[in-house]
């Protein structure tokens, strides 16, 4: 049907499709070896990357210039409630009790005026400004007085 070759055409045949196939998985074993370096030198620059942003997560600094937790836990001063009704009629209540408090209190009904003027004067916190006076600036030259003619004979 065809020509037949002879066998050694047939073996050398054979042999160049097998080094053919050898210097294929030598290259295909090359790629693989430069692309796993690839991928451990993108691995490491992943791992350096997520250190670095571990570093900017890390609050330790942060933490240190914050206040203390007891510092926040305590006690803050009452905020100013909404004066619906309710609140309305609570402080009605308080301020009317302190209100039969301070009449009934015999001091306040001795000399009321002293009495309030005692209340501010413990309540209030003292007056460390002393009053300022005002300074004259002079304005312009000054104008120097003449001296009288002095004779030179003495």
Known sequence: MGKSRPREEATARAN?????????????????ASLSAQKSITKKTKAQRRKKKLQAYDLSRLSESLPELSALHQPKKPT??????????????????????????PAFQSNPVEAIFQHLQSTLPPDDKKPKRHIKKKTGKSKKKKSKPQSMET
Do not use: C, G, I, P
């Open 80 to 105: 100013e409630l909404k004066l619906n009704s309710k609140n309305r009629q609570k402080l009605v209540l308080k301020e009317s009790k302190q209100l039969q408090a301070v009449t009934n209190h």
């Open 16 to 32: 160049h499709k097998f080094e053919k196939k050898v210097q294929f998985y030598t290259k295909v074993k090359d790629t693989v």
